[in-house]
């Protein structure tokens, strides 16, 4: 599913920072939530998680989902039930997936706290990232 990243130098360089994910936190995570997007999984297990950009991080890709309550004061993550969120990019974006719209990625705009849908799929999203 990722194997042209593998193969691009400018992509493959861009993810060498990643770390594996335990195969146990992945069997977890299909475990707890079975919708979970196939490709979001590929992903962890082909590449992991951790810092995204060659010289720079430009993302932070979580080894798991968090609860927006985990991130959030409890009145901004009332407003975003339903929310998983993947990763930030360090500057107050966190992305998502809303599991209440078929898992389409969304980012949390920092200054109202809402969700905006971004991407169909975690692949799209990634590939939107990385070009």
Known sequence: MFQ??????PHSN??????????SM??????CYPSLPEDYSAFL???GSGAVGAEQPLFILYDGLLAPDEIYDAQSA??????????????????GFDTDNAWQVVEIDPLDG???VVAASFQEYLRGMLD
């Open 14 to 23: 861009m993810l060498n920072k990643l770390q594996p994910v335990a195969s």
């Open 45 to 47: 297990k082909e590449f």
């Open 26 to 31: 992945l069997a977890h995570l299909s475990e």
């Open 114 to 116: 809402q969700a905006h």
């Open 78 to 95: 009332t407003a975003l039930d339903g929310i998983l969120l993947f990763g930030d990019d360090m500057q107050g974006y966190c992305a």
């Open 4 to 9: 042209d990243l593998k193969d691009s130098a």
